[in-house]
């Protein structure tokens, strides 16, 4: 929990009754390996923050094959939908790599704080704008890029990722093939 206050406080001040409110509405959650935050065609209930570990998000293609689209590690809001009154049913599945703590929020309880908390929805706003930024340079490097050059910048951009998540996602990430992925490791070292 104190993760996801300190986190916050980076875009916005907040004092000890605002904060207590946050921690009041707020539980922790674990989610094991494999284990789904959700899943495609079902309503999200709720919104996170990643404390430890590392979630990816997924999809299916029309041949039935498994596309990492990117994935979510400490100190990452996990938002449902557009607004928090929005019935939010992903088209992608959001599940756990590794074991993983989270920090969650009912809708009705992010709805509290939002009420409540003045500039709360300005630092929200905020953490949204970083990360979709992110998201954006991210995935739009991926398209002018070689399979080497992706995997270099997967590096650079992800160094604690390169250890912690299979092969087989990152392969699928960087839009090459697992054994083109190997090779471009050995080639690189």
């Not at 299916?60 to 498994?66: D, P, T």
């Not at 991210?138 to 299979?166: A, H």
């Not at 087989?168 to 090779?183: D, E, H, K, N």
Request: glycine share 6%; charged share 25%; proline share 2%.
């Amino acid at each position: 929990m104190d993760e996801f206050i300190e986190y916050i406080l980076q875009f916005g001040n907040l004092n000890k009754q605002q904060v207590d409110l946050i921690r009041g509405k707020a539980t922790e959650m674990e989610l094991r390996k494999d284990e789904y935050y959700w899943e495609a065609g079902k309503a999200v209930k709720q919104i996170g923050f990643i404390t430890s570990g590392v979630l990816r998000v997924y999809y299916y293609n029309n041949k039935g094959e498994e596309i990492t689209r990117y994935f979510v590690d400490e100190n990452h809001l996990i938002l449902s939908g557009n607004t928090v009154d929005e019935v939010f049913m992903p088209s992608e599945y959001l599940s756990a790599i590794t074991d993983c703590k989270l920090v969650v929020f009912s809708k009705q309880n992010w709805k509290d704080i939002s009420a409540t908390i003045i500039g709360w929805d300005t630092i929200i706003q905020k953490i949204i704008t970083k990360h979709h930024s992110e998201k954006i340079t991210r995935r739009s490097e991926l398209v002018s890029q070689d399979g080497t050059e992706r995997y270099v910048d997967f590096i650079d951009k992800f160094p604690t990722l390169v250890n912690r998540v299979p092969l087989s996602y990152i392969a699928s990430y960087l839009g090459v093939t697992q054994s083109s992925l190997s090779r471009i490791r050995k080639n690189i070292r």
